[in-house]
């Protein structure tokens, strides 16, 4: 049995009726005494002592013990309750400090009706509140359960002493059991006065009941939190045990100094990367991942591959770029002859990071036939701005993940080519060259070209992230080009990101310096030879471009210049030769009978013979548009694999003659009583476009008039039913077709007329070009009176 209950059961009967109508007022913080308890207080305040002295002296050792509202602020007469307990005064104690400790026991409860004074000490008049008692079987329930509740509360780890939980079955009045278990269950000072307040019992248990049940509610969550805290706490604690074990086993193994050095070394080369925050907080997650795997764990592997990619990228590594502008021309100018276009975008972009400091990247995109040195471009445009060369080839791509790598989950994975390659060159301005854009495909593994959207917007490619390594990379500062033989293959949204240069096809004048100055060097060194072992001049050359090729750029020329030098290099290897010089005249003898006829379009003037000039994927050349009349029912065939708008520009043309028949002087008994059949010779070759309509309706005007076609005019352009001819695309490359050709005359529509001013002087020095607006213009120009 605890004190507080022998005091209880010893003071039961000595509790007498007091004379007095008034008491000294004791105030009290974050405490609510009930009758018959006994209770220990701390008394400080000077009217608190002064009262208690009052107290000792005219009452008896009786005093009024009251709960303040709040207890931080200082006792005032509206702070306090109305309902206290008066307290007999059982023992008192002084302090040094002139505080006392008291010990008190509560008699009976009591109402303040007024204050008769508040100084030196409050004194109040007060009146008793007697609590109505009674045998209801309800009562007795609810004294049951709370008895419950009280055991509940204990198991559930509630601070109560064991002595207080054998006294609760001693207690037999429902109102001093109610009150004994409110004063060990109950927090809340609020919740214990407002049980001190009600004098009525069934609704004191009532209340209680509600309060207690609260109380057990949250010491249930608390149980279950401290139960969370503890099963963490031995799994943290397992954790450390086998941790430990496992790195004495290390220790043993001489593994674990090992491990703990290679942690430190990927720390030290976070630090010096220089990476931005978020990707820095990424990077030393994984480092902590890896540092509490065992070395066995089938994951450590991937993580350590990952930590080297992300780590060795190069987030703070960058070339100098070379501003001095007229050295960058030089380089230009000595790296490629011609393309001045390309040269003068370089120099702008030049002369402006100059002044900016701070230019994105251009993405430029270098469109031409094949040979004409796209990609050798791409090199010398690096070197001219003193910066890493990266080339990546996208022809035949088809899985999106090569541009942006696959999730680092997959076995094998890897970060795309985009990253692979800038990790290689370890700057992150690099001049980037992706080949053949034209060429990517699309299967069920993705569009690679949707991949490159991102990468190839100025605006987005700051922020590039790669699948595998899950954090931005800023692209931004890298400089893009691509390359295409044909941009009509390209996504639109692509094209649009890209800063179309168009590179055309070579000039013979042009081929002939480049072979001299590039390509013949090249070819020597690579086989060992130098201009006195082997001497091919000019005019080889040029007998080479005309007779031995049939092409835009000048790849096949490389290659005979390379096949002449084998020839060289074999005759000096054999000591048949000590130098080797080739001639216009010997030149068959090394490769072989001249493959391409060049000279006239045609030897003589023909009937129904036109030659026509098309665009094709490399470069320009000449066609010709043959027709046949012979008698028929007027029916109209057409050979050669004709695509279905070049059918529909003969179609046309037929329609202009027959309406236009008298003027042209074309029966029509030749119209109706004749089949006509339009050829378009090297039929193996799909042909198509509207710019052959001009050409197809001469060849049917001569073959209908019977007059000549002159060999030496060639034509281009669309025509209408009413006779018009409209521009078509591709004028450079087909007038260079016709220089190539020999010819001497060449009608173009005259709304291309601006496109001439980018035709080379000595191309247009050996033609003349007539701008024609209606087609009859054509006839005139090319057939010829008999």
């Known amino acids: 049995m605890d004190k507080d209950t022998k005091d209880i059961k010893e003071n039961q009967n000595e509790v007498k009726e007091l004379p007095y109508r008034e008491l000294p007022l004791i105030p009290l913080k974050d405490t609510v005494i009930f009758p018959h308890m006994v209770v220990p207080l701390f008394i400080g305040r000077d009217k608190s002592l002064k009262a208690l002295e009052e107290a000792m002296l005219k009452y008896e050792k009786h005093v009024l013990v009251v709960s303040q509202k709040k207890p931080d602020e200082e006792a005032e007469v509206e702070g306090l309750y109305q309902v206290g307990v008066i307290a007999n005064i059982l023992q008192i104690l002084k302090l040094p400090d002139g505080h006392a ?130 099963q963490e706490m031995e799994k943290h604690q397992k954790e450390f045990y086998l941790r430990e074990q496992i790195k004495a086993i290390q220790k043993e193994l001489g593994e674990a100094e090992e491990k703990q050095v290679e942690l430190e070394d990927l720390k030290n080369k976070v630090k010096e990367a220089k990476m931005p925050p978020e ?325 003589v003037d023909r009937v129904g013979v036109v030659t026509g000039l098309a665009w094709t994927p490399s470069g320009g050349d000449i066609l010709f548009i043959e027709t046949l009349i012979y008698p028929g029912k007027g029916q109209l065939t057409l050979t050669g694999q004709l695509g279905d708008v070049m059918k529909e520009s003969a179609q046309a043309a037929l329609s202009y003659i027959k309406s236009n028949a008298k003027t042209l002087n074309v029966s029509e008994e030749i119209l109706s009583k004749n089949d006509m059949h339009i050829h378009v010779p090297e039929g193996a070759i799909p042909k198509d476009g509207p710019s052959a309509g001009v050409a197809i309706a001469t060849s049917m005007v001569s073959a209908l008039t019977g007059k000549k076609a002159s060999k030496n005019v060639a034509m281009t352009g669309e025509i209408t039913l009413r006779g018009q001819v409209l521009p078509i695309g591709g004028i450079r490359e087909k007038l260079l077709a016709a220089h190539r050709a020999g010819i001497k005359k060449v009608l173009i529509p005259e709304k291309n007329k601006k496109d001439v001013a980018e035709i080379p002087k000595n191309v247009l020095k050996n033609l003349e070009i007539l701008y024609i607006k209606e087609v009859q213009e054509a006839f005139q120009a090319t057939l010829l009176d008999n």
């Open 101 to 230: 400790r008291i010990v008190v026991q509560g008699t009976d409860r009591a109402k303040i009706l007024s204050f008769k004074q508040t100084d030196p000490f409050f004194l109040v008049e007060f009146e008793k509140l007697e609590e109505e008692d009674s045998k209801d079987p309800e009562i007795e329930a609810m004294v049951r359960i709370l008895i419950s509740k009280f055991e509940e509360a204990t198991k559930l780890g509630k601070n109560i002493p064991s002595e207080a939980v054998i006294a609760i079955y001693n207690i037999s009045e429902p109102s001093r059991l109610s009150e004994y278990i409110a004063t060990h269950l109950i927090n809340s000072t609020e919740e214990k006065q407002l049980i001190l307040e009600t004098t009525d019992l069934k609704e004191k248990l009532k209340k209680l009941l509600k309060y207690v049940q609260k109380e057990i509610s949250i010491l249930e969550v608390e149980s279950r939190i401290k139960n969370q805290i503890n």
């Open 279 to 603: 990707v820095e907080k990424k990077v030393y997650k994984e480092i902590s991942r890896l540092e509490k795997m065992p070395s066995t764990s089938a994951e450590v592997p991937v993580i350590r591959t990952y930590l080297d990619w992300v780590i060795n990228l190069p987030w703070s590594k960058k070339s100098k770029d070379n501003l001095d502008i007229i050295k960058a021309e030089k380089i230009l100018e000595r790296e490629h002859y011609g393309l001045k276009k390309v040269k003068e975008r370089i120099i702008e972009f030049l002369a402006i990071r100059k002044l900016t400091k701070s230019l994105k990247g251009p993405i430029l995109c270098f469109v031409g036939p094949p040979g004409v040195g796209k990609t050798s471009l791409g090199k010398s445009i690096a070197a001219a701005l003193n910066r890493k060369f990266i080339r990546i080839a996208l022809g035949g791509m088809r899985d999106e993940a090569e541009i942006r790598g696959h999730r680092k989950t997959y076995v094998g994975a890897l970060p795309g080519r985009i990253i692979q390659s800038i990790s290689q060159v370890q700057t992150n301005n690099p001049v980037f060259m992706m080949d053949e854009i034209d060429k990517v495909g699309t299967d069920f593994r993705g569009d690679p070209t949707s991949a490159l959207l991102e990468v190839l917007d100025p605006e987005q490619n700051h922020s590039f992230t790669d699948h595998y390594l899950e954090v931005p990379f800023d692209l931004s500062n890298v400089m893009f080009i691509t390359t295409a033989n044909l941009i009509d293959p390209i996504p639109e949204p692509l094209r649009d990101r890209m800063e179309i240069i168009e590179i055309p096809g070579y000039t013979e004048d042009e081929k002939i310096e480049i072979a001299i100055r590039h390509l013949l060097p090249k070819q020597l060194k690579f086989h060992g030879l130098n201009k006195e072992k082997v001497k091919i001049n000019k005019d080889v050359i040029t007998k080479i471009i005309r007779e031995y090729t049939h092409e835009a750029g000048v790849r096949n020329l490389e290659r005979n210049i390379a096949s002449l030098c084998r020839k060289a290099a074999k005759l000096i290897a054999t000591n048949k030769a000590k130098s080797v010089t080739f001639t216009v005249k010997n030149l068959e003898k090394y490769l072989g009978v001249a493959k391409y006829s060049y000279g006239m379009a045609d030897e």
